[in-house]
């Protein structure tokens, strides 16, 4: 998990060079963040093993 405000910089990273993604978010206060993403593009379940492949735990993905 998040240990502090540079996991949250480094996950935020990961997710912003990932196709189809223009914008992330992710807040180390809030334990969280969001994803704005081009639903023709990417896959949220692509995106959520990427961040699970990081050592993060994902949950609360519109996909379930």
Request: glycine share 14%; with cysteine; aromatic share 4%.
């Amino acid at each position: 998990g998040m240990h502090g405000s540079g996991c949250a910089s480094v996950m935020q990273a990961l997710l912003e060079r990932c196709d189809g993604v223009p914008k992330a978010a992710v807040s180390y206060a809030r334990l969280g963040g969001e994803v704005r993403s081009d639903p023709q593009l990417v896959v949220e379940r692509a995106l959520a093993a990427r961040i699970e492949r990081a050592g993060y735990r994902v949950t609360g993905t519109r996909d379930g």
